[in-house]
């Protein structure tokens, strides 16, 4: 892992002196670098990627002698599945009082696992699993509380860099992935940040499919992981 986090690290620094500061890319006018940072699933364990992107982040504002100085700056994507996609929810969505910076730092992000992990994946919640009724494990009324609180009105359009979520439809039987990049054709995936990440996270068995209407278009969504464990290859 260190030797990974080391060329991520490197890798980060030299599209910064390449390109500079990130902006929003219309595609497909990418440039010559497109930094991309892809966060996988894993539930509880959200706690061990964003420990990684604090260390990041506090060294990208050491380095920069920046102390506002955020991931979102330095990324041209953020992707997440599941739990990823909680996270890149989380480091995207812009602060109300100044949207050019991020509403939560990584320091936030993790204190929230810390603090609200255990509940969201806790026994205490469990509605049951049997092979004559089947249920998901938890109900997921915690994860929706706190996602609906913390997002609040946030939209994929209002994020500060690219973003790609995937999820899967139960409905339609087919993925869906929520781009920034496809917006401008498909209108009816600019929902909440907020309805997003809790689709992206509903991994089967262990919470139930998430159900939202966005306009005309209705969405039931589970575990991004269906679509693409690893959200890099469909950024």
């Known amino acids: 892992m260190a030797n990974n986090f080391f ?14 500061l990130n902006t929003k890319l219309p595609p497909p006018s990418y440039g010559n670098t497109v930094s991309i940072l892809s966060i996988d699933g894993g539930g509880i364990k959200g706690i061990l990627p964003t420990v990684i992107l604090e260390y990041l982040e506090n ?14 700056d330095y990324f041209d994507v953020i992707a997440g599945t599941s739990t990823g996609g909680i996270i890149t929810g989380l480091l995207t969505t812009p602060n109300p009082n100044d949207t050019s910076r991020p509403l939560f730092t990584t320091k936030q992000i993790l204190q929230f696992y810390l603090e609200f992990g255990p509940s969201i994946f806790n026994q205490t919640y469990a509605i049951g699993w049997d092979n004559d009724t089947p249920h998901a494990k938890f109900d997921g009324k915690f994860l929706h509380e706190k996602a609906h609180e913390l ?34 054709t498909v209108p009816s995936l600019d929902a909440k ?9 509903a991994f089967p068995s262990q919470l139930p499919p998430y159900a939202f209407k966005n306009g ?7 575990d991004g992981a269906l679509t693409a464990a690893g959200p890099v290859n469909s950024s």
Do not use: M
């Open 7 to 20: 060329l991520l690290f490197v890798f980060v620094f030299a599209s910064q002196v390449i390109g500079g």
């Open 59 to 72: 060294a990208l504002q050491s380095v920069s002698r920046d102390e506002k100085a955020a991931l979102a």
């Open 151 to 184: 997002l609040q009105e946030t939209r994929l359009h209002d994020t500060l860099t690219n973003v790609v979520i995937p999820t899967f439809d139960t409905v339609d039987l087919h993925p869906v992935i929520f781009s920034s990049f496809k917006l401008k």
């Open 193 to 201: 940040l907020s309805d997003i990440c809790i689709g992206t996270s």
């Open 216 to 222: 005309d278009k209705e969405f039931n969504l589970v």
